[in-house]
């Protein structure tokens, strides 16, 4: 797990290329043609806008002012507006925009803004692995809540122009949520009644298998053992099941 991580923050961070100023924005409209707004957000600098290629579905730009951060992905350009916050540093905007890729979680980028311009200020770690993320201001911190990593729950916060990424170890857990829980066993009831072959499952299904894993005590090799035993004749009970699983 701990590769795919590196390899999904890896590719988080391929997609950020450097901000330039206002003599990039005449190469930026030749090379990708006239630019197609898809996101614009009003801030007490001026607006922020992610604007993609006319030309070219996944390729694009957030820009302020005359300077640009190239964005690329691997289908077609979208934007989600996750917050707009005003510290005494500038207005902090959040942003995800999906890497096109299936089963991969979106780019997130945190941006200052303020009276000389537009910063990224994203960590090269800042992203959530298993799909959760919030945000909550503070006074004048911003503190954000990226979901497991690890079987660790994974923290960020804003202070000052900056972003800190690490691990919230003060709450160790050892169960999954009754919801995520709640899931396993139905699928285990799935596998169950169809045994699949070679222990395939859909897509979306292993998607969501490899964010469980990042949570506390699920591990697939044991979902599918038990799946495995239960076509075989020999299913444990399931409080069993459910206490391998889930962890009570």
Sequence with gaps: MQGNRSRVF?????????????????????????????????????????????????????????????IVSAGEIYATREGLFQTAEGDVVVLSIPTGARGMPPNYFVLLVKDSGLADITDKNFGSADGTFKATQRG???????????????????????????????????????????????????????????????????????????KPIFKIDNFFKICKAGCGGTAPSTAAARLQLCGY
């Design 140 to 214: 004048n911190e911003i503190a954000f809540d990226l979901g497991w990593e690890n079987r660790k729950r994974k923290t960020a916060f804003y202070r000052a122009g900056v972003i800190y990424v690490g691990s919230d170890k003060a709450k160790v857990r050892t169960q999954l949520s009754r919801t995520d829980c709640e899931y396993v066993l139905n699928t285990l009831a799935d596998c169950r009644k169809t045994c699949p072959a070679d222990e395939f499952i859909s897509m979306a299904v292993q998607r969501n298998f490899v964010s469980l894993e990042e």
């Design 10 to 70: 890896g590719r988080l961070r391929s997609v950020r290329l450097a901000i330039v100023g206002l003599a990039g924005i005449g190469w930026f409209n030749s090379a990708f043609g006239a630019a197609d707004e898809v996101l614009k957000i009003d801030t007490r600098f001026g607006p922020v806008a992610v604007v993609k290629a006319a030309n070219d579905c996944c390729k694009g730009a957030i820009q302020h002012r005359g300077q640009k951060i190239e």
